[in-house]
T-cell receptor
Framework: AQSVAQPEDQVNVAEGNPLTVKCTYSVSGNPYLFWYVQYPNRGLQFLLKYITGDNLVKGSYGFEAEFNKSQTSFHLKKPSALVSDSALYFCAVRDAGGYQKVTFGTGTKLQVIP | DTGVSQDPRHKITKRGQNVTFRCDPISEHNRLYWYRQTLGQGPEFLTYFQNEAQLEKSRLLSDRFSAERPKGSFSTLEIQRTEQGDSAMYLC????????????FGPGTRLTVT
């Protein structure tokens, strides 16, 4: 069975500092990996994805993520945090060759402190 | 592209009543997904459709839950004889067919069972 772990319930970072939100995954085949962001009382919004190729993927709003196959990780990063980045972030995985089901992590609340 | 819409946004019902939610996906998307999200958790997969065919159902989807997508466009999710444990945010998402495609989420329907 596929799974996603987001080990931090909350990450606090000062505005202007770099941020990292951690994600590790487990899947039997090759992974498709996704990051979504959720603002209060809103649906999830797609940020970026890893399908194949370059391990560093760039997405919306200056976010990027690094795929590490040996560590089965897909950490979300941003060089300089904004207060408006404060939200709930979800990592998700889908087996590229198997089920169409997407499995989400439990989410990490990012708090950017002015 | 008007995005994924869901109706109603909020529903308060008494235990034992039936409720029905509607989802209108992005028009060119042939895949439609339903998820349930509770506080502090990521979205949990319930079921998905490709066009009008329901291709997978989660074990979370008890006999009281039924979903339809009769013409391959909008979908409905019905919960019969609601229980307090059904209180959650119900999210709908849509995507293209390829498993590498990201999903686009609606704003969700928040169900409260009293």
């Amino acid at each position: 069975a596929q799974s996603v772990a987001q080990p931090e319930d909350q990450v606090n970072v000062a505005e202007g500092n770099p941020l990292t939100v951690k994600c590790t995954y487990s899947v039997s085949g090759n992974p498709y990996l996704f990051w979504y962001v959720q603002y209060p009382n809103r649906g999830l919004q797609f940020l970026l994805k890893y399908i194949t190729g370059d391990n560093l993927v760039k997405g919306s709003y200056g976010f990027e993520a690094e795929f590490n196959k040996s560590q089965t990780s897909f950490h979300l990063k941003k060089p300089s945090a904004l207060v408006s980045d404060s939200a709930l972030y979800f990592c998700a995985v889908r087996d590229a060759g198997g089920y169409q089901k997407v499995t989400f992590g439990t989410g990490t609340k990012l708090q950017v402190i002015p | 592209d008007t995005g994924v819409s869901q109706d109603p946004r909020h529903k308060i019902t008494k235990r034992g009543q039936n409720v029905t939610f509607r989802c209108d996906p992005i028009s060119e998307h042939n895949r439609l997904y339903w998820y349930r999200q509770t506080l502090g958790q990521g979205p949990e997969f319930l079921t998905y459709f490709q066009n009008e065919a329901q291709l997978e159902k989660s074990r979370l989807l008890s006999d009281r839950f039924s979903a339809e997508r009769p013409k391959g466009s909008f979908s409905t999710l019905e919960i019969q004889r609601t229980e307090q444990g059904d209180s959650a945010m119900y999210l709908c998402a849509s995507s293209g067919t390829d498993p590498s495609y990201e999903q686009y989420f609606g704003p969700g329907t928040r169900l409260t069972v009293t």
